[in-house]
């Protein structure tokens, strides 16, 4: 039987996705193909999550934005020390038994959630 097998992508709008796609190479490191996209190898650790929320939740605040973006880092400190040497700061932390979090938005005022996976990822 045919089945969906992850999250392929996250394609959005933005005013300016040239300056958008400059933050994310500065801030994140990302690396920006000619195309204007960036393409990563299915991590190893964590796992890709598929979760609606309640239209009046709160969880992507301050984000005015209807979604939130995960990405799952290697180094939550040091990608957060790679922000804040661009000026960007996150906007909450917080441990637990899934792993480490952090917040950032980024210039379009998308939620960033920045997740580095505990070493043994419990199943969702």
Known sequence: MAKVL???GIF???ADPVAVRDWYARVLGFEVHDWGGVVFD???VG????SPFAADTQYF?????GFM????VDDL???LA???????EPTGRQDEEMGRFAWILDPAGVKIELWEPASATPEA
């Not at 605040?61 to 934005?65: C, F, K, L, V």
């Not at 973006?69 to 799952?72: A, E, F, Q, S, V």
């Not at 922000?83 to 960007?88: F, S």
Request: net charge positive; glycine share 12%.
């Open 47 to 50: 796992a890709t999550n598929w």
């Open 82 to 88: 790679r922000a804040a040497a661009a000026g960007v």
């Open 61 to 65: 605040e301050p984000s005015q934005a």
């Open 12 to 14: 959005f709008k933005a």
């Open 42 to 44: 299915h991590p190893k």
């Open 6 to 8: 992850g999250l392929g």
């Open 69 to 72: 973006i995960n990405l799952i």
């Open 77 to 79: 400190d040091g990608l």
